[in-house]
C-alpha cells in the first residue's frame, strides 16, 4: 500500500529538518501531526498502524529519529549539520517518498537491541550472562546482511539501481510545471 499524501508530508519535513530549516523537535511535532498517528519516530513501531502501514514509513522514520540528538532541541546547522553523504542519502529517501513506487525490501530493525530491550530481554540476558542480547545482536546483524544482499541495497529505498535512475527522470521538485 502506498499512502502518497503522508509521504509527501514526511518527505517535506525530512527535507526542512536535513537542510536546517526546522529543530529537531518541530520535526517530531510535525511528524507526530501528520504521519505518525501521535507517536514519536522513535516510537511509532509499537502503534498499530505501523504494522499495517505504507512500509516505507517506519524505516524512514527510524532512520530520520538517528540524524540528531533527541536530548535537545537544535537546527541540523553549524556543529549540527549533516555530512554531505548524509545529505545525499537523504536525497534519496525524499526521492523514494515522493514516488509512487512500492516499497520492496523486507522489514530489518536497524536499531541497538539495547534500545527495544523489553523486561523479559534484561531478565534473559542477565540469566544467560549476556548471551541473550549476544544471540539478538547477531540475528539482527544477519537480518540485515540477507537483506542488503536482496536488492541493489547502496539505492536502498529503491530496491534497484534501475528504479533509482527511473525516478531521477520524473524529479518532483525540478520538473516543469506544465
Known amino acids: 500500500m502506498i499512502d502518497i499524501e503522508r509521504r509527501k508530508k514526511l518527505a517535506f519535513h525530512l527535507r526542512q529538518l536535513s537542510n536546517g530549516q526546522i529543530s529537531n523537535d518541530e520535526f517530531e511535532e510535525f511528524v507526530m501531526e501528520g504521519v505518525?498517528?501521535?507517536?514519536?519516530?522513535?516510537?511509532?513501531y509499537r502503534s498499530e498502524q505501523s504494522k499495517k502501514d505504507d512500509s516505507v514509513i517506519r524505516p524512514i522514520l527510524e532512520m530520520s529519529w538517528g540524524l540528531y540528538d533527541d536530548t535537545r532541541n537544535h537546527k541540523l546547522n553549524g556543529r549540527d549539520a549533516l555530512t554531505d553523504y548524509a545529505t545525499k542519502e537523504i536525497a534519496r529517501?525524499?526521492?523514494?517518498?515522493?514516488?509512487?513506487?512500492?516499497?520492496?525490501?523486507?522489514?530489518?530493525?536497524?536499531?541497538h537491541?539495547?534500545?527495544?530491550?523489553?523486561?523479559?530481554?534484561?531478565?534473559?540476558?542477565?540469566?544467560?550472562?549476556?548471551?541473550?542480547y549476544?544471540?539478538?545482536?547477531?540475528?539482527?546483524?544477519?537480518?540485515?546482511?540477507?537483506?542488503?544482499?536482496?536488492?541493489?541495497?547502496?539505492?536502498?529505498?529503491?530496491?534497484?539501481k534501475l528504479d533509482f535512475e527511473r525516478q531521477l527522470k520524473k524529479q518532483p521538485f525540478l520538473a516543469s510545471a506544465n
Open 93 to 111: 529517501y525524499i526521492l523514494f517518498l515522493r514516488s509512487d513506487q512500492e516499497y520492496d525490501w523486507d522489514y530489518v530493525d536497524l536499531t
Open 36 to 44: 505518525t498517528y501521535g507517536w514519536l519516530p522513535e516510537q511509532y
Open 113 to 132: 537491541p539495547l534500545i527495544r530491550f523489553s523486561f523479559n530481554d534484561i531478565l534473559k540476558s542477565i540469566l544467560t550472562l549476556g548471551e541473550h
Open 134 to 160: 549476544q544471540e539478538l545482536k547477531l540475528t539482527r546483524e544477519q537480518e540485515y546482511e540477507r537483506m542488503k544482499k536482496s536488492g541493489d541495497f547502496e539505492y536502498w529505498p529503491f530496491k534497484t
